[in-house]
Structures are given as C-alpha cells and as structure tokens.
C-alpha cells in the first residue's frame, strides 16, 4: 500500500531553449548523493522509525531520476507495526530531512521491506526513450506510457487490459505533457495498423504538433459541433464492428482480427483499435450540451469490447463535469496535482493527489499496478515533441500505407455530414 510517493531517474537539468531536439535524447549521466548525506538521511530516519518503536536495518539506496529510495527491513516482531507509518508519517520525516515530498511505500510489493522516497534536491527530467523501448520489447496491444516508478523503472501498461482512463490534473501539473507522452509512446511503438488515434482538444494548442501522423484518423478536434460529430462517428462505428462481431460469431476485436487473419482474409478486414483521448472534457461538458454527455456514456459503456477505448483529461473532476455513471465506467485513474482533498477523491477515491508535486509527479490506481502507485512522467519539452512527431511522420510514410475501412468510413461520414449541414443551410437561408 502506497502511502505518499515521489520518482523519477536523471539528474542533469535539461537547457531550455538551447537544447536541440539531437540532444535531447542524447545519455544523461547521473549524480550521486554523497555518503555523508546518505548517511545522514538513514540515521534521521531509523531515528524517526525508533520513536515509533520500531526497528529496522538499512538495506540500500535506489537512484530515480527525481527521488532516491531508502529501503528498510524491519524486523519480525515489527511487522504488525506498519499502520504506525500511515498517515502524517512522510510528513515527520518531511521535518527531519528538513524536504518536502517525502513518500514512504509500506510494504515494498512481495517484501518484508519498507521504502522511504526522498526528493532530489537538483534533478533532471524523466525521459521517453526507456518507455518506447519497453513497448517495443514488450507485447502490447494498446500501450500507454504512465511514468518512471521510485526504483527507476518505466511503468507501461496495456489499456487492452486497463481499458478506459480518467485523468485529473490541475493547471501547471503537467497532464498535457502526459498526453503528449502516450501519444507518442502509441505512435513510435506500434503501427497504424494496428492503432488508430482520435485527438479532441479542448484548448485547440497542445496537440496540433502531431497533425500529420498515419496514426491519426483527422486532424486534432479543437471545435465543439466538430467534437459532437466526431463521437456521433464512433457510435455508428461502434454499431457497424458489433454487427461484424456477430456474423464473424466473435466476442471482442482481438479475437476478431485473429479470425480474419486465420481465413487468409485481405488486410482492410483487420480492425484498427481506436483511441479517443479527450483532453479538458470540462470544456465540452460545461457547455451545457446534453447530447456530448450522452455519447461520451455509450461510448465509455459499450466500447471496449470493440476495441475503442476513452482517455479523458480534465481540470475539474467535478460532478458537474462528469456524471457518476461516465466516471463508474472509466476504471483507470491518473491524477496529477489537484488542488484539493475533494478533488483527489473524486479521481482517485482516496486523498493524496493535494500533495503531489507538478511536473508530472502523479498517482495512478489500475488493475494491473500496485493500488495508489506514485510515479514520475516522462517530460517532453517543445523541441523534442517537435522532433518526436516528424520521426512518427517519417516512419509512417515507410510503413505499409493501407487503407483501413474504420477510416474510409470516418471520412465517408464525415463527407456526408457537411454535405448535410450546406444543404439544411442553404434550405433555412
């Protein structure tokens, strides 16, 4: 159980606008605390674990790119003693380190240890490339870049498996660098063949950078009738793959395509999975639009057996902005710095996001992770997304470029859209 965490791995600061999109990828070496303030930081907390009563020996330090993790045995009568460092705990230790953000994990995951997370004083920045390089070792069907855990390790997960996500984060906390960071964890790890992206943008800046890519099936949404049309688009889609399930007597998209691939059936029968990633939902949902409110529901209800699976990003976790039923189907939880107790309730059903650090530190809950797990994103500044999206683009065009159904019939029903709207104008002018 995590009980308040920081992570990260890197050391060196990355230069602001100096820093070409080369070097930004280039080896960052790390610096490692001294051994008089590693001894220093393990004397002040075994001292903090004594006036607890409980007794532990020091087993080593874990470098992160942003925390160092101190990890502790204690000993077996103390054992029982865990929920002693519930609570207020990272807080002492806060003031016995003279820091702040200080994150104790209690029990480490299948040990007998306790791990206490320490900020770096000065730290770099998580870094991408480890994530894509896992995705491309791994086997992912969806993968989603989360962040750097406080042992130093790139978390990914699948959303075949984690299905629908929610993501909260206030203003400065970096939820749009994490988009970014998925986006381009999908696109430079899987083929288009495989993946599909659907971006709606309610600020209309952030994501524009990767117009362009084969991943994309249009252009970044940034306008609300735009944003209606296009979740109206994915309901039919849903609607068209659920009756192709039925005939092919299939129950999901992954046993779908296995069938077609089997009967030697042509590549355009191969079903792309479909991400739609909605960042600041709130400024769809608060414009009073009843009809966004129930797509969004259909969709997050019916879609993931069909292989559509929703990303929603949002300042305000409100109830106001999301109904209980939307949330109840979105089981993946991200949240970054909230602002209150309230709002970290709301995301995560627990307090702890009030006292997260911004740039990307953040609490995840996922089937398939430690509950309340704390990790670090991975930053992506201007120049390296700039960098990241032309080698998407360059690598798509070397890709094979077929022609998938999903998206003949998005711009077919796109065509007939506006087709629609100038004659019903031209009618009432």
């Not at 997960?157 to 970014?180: F, R, V």
């Not at 355009?268 to 966004?292: R, T, W």
């Not at 993931?304 to 990303?311: E, F, H, N, P, Q």
């Not at 702890?352 to 704390?374: H, M, P, S, W």
Request: glycine share 6%; with cysteine; aromatic share 6%.
């Amino acid at each position: 159980m995590l009980l308040n965490t920081t992570d990260s791995k890197i050391d060196k600061p990355m230069s602001d606008s100096s820093e070409t999109a080369e070097s930004a990828i280039q080896p960052v070496h790390h610096a490692w605390a001294t051994s008089d303030t590693r001894k220093s930081n393990v004397q002040k907390i075994l001292k903090q674990l004594e006036i607890k009563n409980i007794k532990a020996s020091f087993v080593k330090k874990i470098e992160a790119t942003r925390t160092e993790a101190y990890l502790f045995e204690l000993s077996e009568e103390n054992l029982g003693d865990i929920f002693k460092l519930n609570g207020n705990f990272g807080k002492i230790l806060d003031m016995a380190l003279k820091t702040s953000g200080i994150s104790v994990v209690a029990p480490v995951p299948d040990t007998s240890q306790i791990a206490v997370i320490v900020p770096k004083k000065n730290s770099g920045m998580v870094r991408i490339e480890p994530f894509i390089e896992k995705i491309k070792s791994g086997n992912y069907r969806i993968p989603c870049v989360l962040g750097e855990d406080y042992l130093g390790n790139p978390v990914v997960i699948d959303l075949a498996t984690c299905q629908h996500q929610l993501i909260g984060g206030a203003t400065g906390s970096g939820k749009s660098n994490l988009i970014k960071a998925i986006i381009a964890g999908i696109s430079l790890g899987c083929s288009p063949r495989d993946v599909k992206l659907l971006v709606i943008d309610g600020k209309g800046l952030d994501f524009c950078i990767f117009n362009g890519i084969k991943h994309l099936l249009h252009p970044v949404v940034t306008e609300m009738e735009e944003t209606i049309t296009t979740l109206q688009w994915l309901t039919q889609e849903m609607d068209r793959r659920v009756e192709a399930f039925k005939k092919a007597s299939t129950y999901d998209i992954w046993a779908y395509n296995d069938k077609m691939l089997a009967k030697k059936r042509k590549w355009d029968k191969i079903l792309p999975a479909l991400v739609v990633i909605i960042d600041e939902v709130q400024v769809f949902a608060s414009a009073g639009d009843k009809i966004f409110e129930k797509l969004l529901l259909k969709l997050t209800q019916k879609g993931r057996a069909i292989g559509i699976v929703m990303i929603l990003a949002t300042q305000r976790p409100s109830v106001d902005i999301l109904q209980g039923s939307i949330k109840t189907n979105l089981p993946g939880r991200v949240a970054l710095r909230l602002p209150s107790q309230i709002d970290s309730r709301v995301i995560l059903d627990q307090n702890g996001a009030e006292f997260l650090k911004n740039k990307g530190d953040l609490l995840v809950i996922q089937t398939t992770l430690e509950n309340g797990l704390r990790l670090q994103a991975p930053y992506l500044n201007d120049e390296f997304s700039g960098y990241t999206s032309n080698t998407i683009k360059i690598s798509s065009k070397k890709s094979m470029n077929l022609a998938f159904s999903s998206r003949r019939f998005y711009h077919l029903f796109m065509k007939i859209f506006r087709t629609c709207k100038f004659i019903d104008n031209n009618h009432h002018g």
